[in-house]
């Protein structure tokens, strides 16, 4: 089955300085990558996904990359705000569309220093 | 509608009772999702139901049952579950074979069992 691999599982920045997110995966048939957010005591709330025939995809101050060749894919999130304090979990899933479930992998605890 | 609901938002059930959580989701989805959420853990796959129809079953214990009365309604039954059950049950759901991967989660269940 499907191997997600999340680094790191902390990252402080400071206030208006960019982070980034890693993510690995092991199945080459796997198309379809989601960023999800989840605030404490909250669910888990999409904020940007991407698919295998792009290789970057933008929205305001958060943006992932995949490289499928390598098959990792990053997110990117610009001009931190202490709302962006969370934990993102990275997932992949086949083809097949919505008939699958999700692999996350096991979450990066963003803190944003003010 | 744009929203997956889940009932009840929290439960405490012994170890001998028997209980349902509900999902619904009125977005015209024909996939939907179980997950279950350990504390500082990634939310784990149980259980998806496509068009109806069970087509995931991750080898989860007999005493979880899922249940799928229509395209909006998914329910979990629970009977004679143990402590280590106790976790956040997530339900989400997604466009289906023709939709694309993205899942939407519901806000989630508090299961505790004494």
């Known amino acids: 089955g499907e191997n997600v691999e999340q680094h790191p599982s902390t990252l402080s920045v400071q206030e208006g300085d960019s982070a980034v997110i890693k993510c690995t995966y092991s199945d080459s048939a796997s198309n379809y990558f989601p960023w999800y957010k989840q605030e404490l005591g909250k669910r888990p709330q999409l904020i940007i996904d991407?698919?295998?025939?792009?290789g970057e995809k933008k929205d305001q101050r958060i943006a992932v990359t995949l490289n499928k060749t390598a098959k990792h894919f990053s997110l990117h999130i610009t001009e931190t705000q202490p709302e962006d304090s969370a934990v993102y979990f990275c997932?992949?899933?086949?083809?097949?569309?919505?008939?699958?479930?999700?692999?996350f992998g096991k979450g990066t605890h963003l803190i944003i220093q003010p | 509608d744009t929203e997956v609901t889940q009932t009840p938002k929290h439960l405490v059930m012994g170890m001998t009772n028997k209980k349902s959580l509900k999902c619904e989701q009125h977005m015209g989805h024909r996939a939907m999702y179980w997950y279950k959420q350990k504390a500082k853990k990634p939310p784990e796959l149980m259980f998806v139901y496509s068009y109806e129809k069970l087509s995931i079953n991750e080898s989860v214990p007999s005493r979880f049952s899922p249940e799928c009365p229509n395209s909006s309604l998914l329910n979990l039954h629970l009977h004679a579950l143990q402590p280590e059950d106790s976790a956040l049950y997530l339900c989400?759901?997604?466009?289906?074979?023709?939709?694309?991967?993205?899942?939407?989660f519901g806000p989630g269940t508090r299961l505790t069992v004494t």
């Open positions: 989400a759901s997604s466009p289906g074979l023709a939709g694309g991967g993205e899942q939407y």
């Open positions: 997932a992949a899933s086949r083809p097949g569309g919505g008939a699958d479930g999700l692999t």
């Open positions: 991407i698919r295998s025939n792009v």
